[in-house]
């Protein structure tokens, strides 16, 4: 899995913020988010963050900002070292991380993909 001198995933002020807000105005059963990848885009993967209810079996759990962040198992080898921001400007607002694992991303940013190991 990960180091202790190499953290799973941080978590920028801003997307704290931002994610402690969306917490705030789901369900009551929101314990925190949950961090994974998906098959898509044309650079294979891409990152997906949805509220999580309950921890699953094998994905780990990082408090970081007073924030629970779960990770999904399969997308462990993906994440380490990854930083996590919320981006807002004109026309567009989200999540957008930056990975060091990273060898492509497409030219729109939607989706990236990472050498074979």
């Not at 978590?11 to 098959?39: F, N, P, W, Y």
């Not at 044309?42 to 997906?48: F, L, P, V």
């Not at 399969?74 to 060091?100: C, H, R, Y």
Request: glycine letters at 8%; aromatic letters at 8%; charged letters at 20%.
């Amino acid at each position: 899995m990960f180091s202790p001198d190499k953290p799973m995933i941080t978590l920028t002020d801003r997307a704290a913020k931002h994610i402690q807000m969306l917490m705030e105005q789901g369900s009551s059963d929101v314990i925190g988010i949950r961090v994974g990848i998906k098959t898509a885009g044309c650079s294979g993967m891409k990152y997906n963050v949805e509220y999580a209810m309950d921890k699953k079996p094998f994905e780990d759990s990082i408090t970081t900002n007073g924030i629970t962040v779960l990770i999904d198992p399969a997308a462990v080898m993906f994440l380490i070292g990854s930083e996590m921001d919320w981006q807002e400007d004109k026309f567009t607002s989200g999540f957008v991380f930056s990975n060091p694992n990273e060898t492509a991303r497409c030219g729109c940013g939607e989706s990236f993909s990472v050498e074979a190991v």
